[in-house]
DNA sequence: GATAAAGTTTACGTAAACGTAAAGTGGTTT
DNA sequence: AAACCACTTTACGTTTACGTAAACTTTATC
């Protein structure tokens, strides 16, 4: 049971939400390496993972050559070249680090998010009031309003 | 005690580590709006602030024109319209909903780089014992080892 | 008062990541 | 066989986010 599935450039292209032309322009640059049948692309269950962590990347902020970079990092460092291997452990180690500085900055947007809504939620009820006001004392002028 | 302090452009680009061609271009495209003495920009602690904001929207991944369009909504905000203020707790919304996803990114990417340091390890301890027999038993040929 | 240091505008250049035709190939459905 | 579909290549266009000179003021320093 190995999933030996195969795929075409329009199955992934909807599964993923993404155009042709930009799974195209990632075997362009290097980071997809589907089969050929004729000139028609068949794209591995490989390929098919590669796509979807292209995408993660990207979502993460990731270039596509820094995307690039790890996957022919990943395919070297199989060969064991113990050079390579060392290099890898680096650069995860520097990954890391990148990660945490995004917790950090999401953690921080998430604490600014809460006041914004916080100050939102406040105005809002200080309006409702404000309404209320007039239902009972109608005809306030603009101008008197503005004054408060 | 309200630190009333302002800021140089090269304080700024100091401070953040950007360069002054870039602060000027995120004034260009009204994300910044610093005061003028003759010419000269004069930043204050709320440019200050904003240029923070952008350099950490930068890395969790939004474009200038999202950062700006939250900085626009915000100060439209402030003048209490209800319908900015249910607009503002909308997109709030819709950014949690974003930074959820890049939590699930990186918490997926953390197990990732887990499981390829754990392989890189472990390809390494096995380079290790390689070398210790061959310190042994020398003289191995590169063909001999290439068939285990 | 010359000269350097820091600031400015104007404007063309560039890399990344595609968008968008245009024109052709290959299979299959009617 | 005509028409249609999905796929292809080639190639120029576009947006974003600056880089990089060039030529010019303004301010500080010797």
Known sequence: MVEKRTFSISELSQEFD??????????????LKPRRRGQTRIFSTK?????KLILRGKRMGFTLAETKELFDLWDETLTGN????????????????????????????????????A??????????KKKK????????????????
């Open 47 to 51: 390929d098919r993972v590669r796509l």
């Open 82 to 117: 113990e050079k390579q291997l060392l290099k890898m452990l680096e650069i995860l180690e520097a990954r890391r680090a990148q990660l945490e500085q995004q917790k950090n900055d999401i953690a921080q947007a998430e604490m600014e998010m809460d006041t914004a809504e």
């Open 133 to 148: 006001e007039q239902g009972l004392v109608p005809k306030e002028t603009e101008e008197a309003v503005a004054q408060k």
């Open 119 to 128: 100050r939102c939620r406040e105005a809002l009820a200080e309006l409702q």
């Open 18 to 31: 993404v155009t042709t032309r930009s799974i195209r322009f990632y075997e362009d640059q290097g980071l």
